[in-house]
């Protein structure tokens, strides 16, 4: 079974708003990263907190983590049309020698 | 600049066949791990390597093997090929001092 699930699985939002995106996870963890995959390619790294961390940004990107819930949350301000694309989860026990991934999310941006 | 390059990109095998899917990276990194992406399922790891000469099991490594020979190249072979390994597969690497994986482009693998 898969160590992370994210909710909502399909979000669909106005260009502009905030999209927000959860994932849970079953067992701790070391680090936690965030990819996104337009359709049809490959991952990208977005970004990556550790277990130490609470919150990090990156541009309008913005991810906490609470690991007494065992979850994260991936916040994109004021979203673009290009930023339509799924979004996964991925988390590690340890460096990056096994790094499983949730089930994504699919965020739609209509413009 | 190439990062992770996969080859073949598209790939059509018969029931039976054996095949091996290619992932190189330039990159100098020791982490590399292949994933099976299907529908609705996300990404789930088949095998990861820390190191050359060094490979272990994820999630669904049945019908899998792996070696990695070498820093840059790691492998996917499948040995008797079912239709339930139809898949997009990726090949991902990584390093202590990168800050995620470096994907490459997927291999898109059916299998009649």
């Known amino acids: 079974s898969q160590q992370g699930e994210e909710d909502p699985q399909a979000l669909s939002i106005q260009e502009g708003e905030n999209a927000t995106m959860n994932c849970s996870y079953k067992?701790?963890?070391?680090?936690l990263q965030w990819y996104r995959q337009n359709s049809g390619r490959g991952l990208v790294h977005l970004i990556l907190?550790?277990?130490?961390?609470r919150e990090k940004h990156s541009g309008r990107l913005r991810v906490t983590l609470d690991t007494s819930k065992k979850s994260s949350s991936l916040l994109i301000t004021a979203s673009r049309a290009a930023d339509t694309a799924s979004y996964f989860c991925?988390?590690?026990?340890?460096?990056?020698?096994?790094?499983?991934f949730g089930t994504g999310t699919k965020l739609q941006v209509i413009p | 600049n190439a990062g992770v390059t996969q080859t073949p990109k598209f790939q059509v095998l018969k029931t039976g066949q054996s095949m091996t899917l290619q992932c190189a990276q330039d990159?100098?990194?020791?982490?590399m791990s292949w994933y099976r992406q299907d529908p609705g399922m996300g990404l789930r790891l088949i095998h990861y390597?820390?190191?050359?000469?060094?490979?272990d099991q994820g999630e669904v490594p049945n019908g899998y093997n792996v070696s990695r020979s070498t820093t840059e190249d790691f492998p996917l072979r499948l040995l008797s090929a079912a239709p339930s390994q139809t898949s997009v597969y990726f090949c991902?690497?990584?390093?202590?001092?990168?800050?995620?994986?470096?994907f490459g482009s997927g291999t898109r693998l059916t299998v009649v």
């Open positions: 991902a690497s990584s390093s202590d001092k990168s800050d995620g994986y470096t």
């Open positions: 067992t701790s963890i070391n680090n």
């Open positions: 907190i550790r277990s130490n961390e």
């Open positions: 991925a988390t590690d026990k340890g460096g990056y020698q096994k790094v499983t």
């Open positions: 990159m100098n990194h020791e982490y």
């Open positions: 390597s820390v190191g050359a000469g060094i490979t």
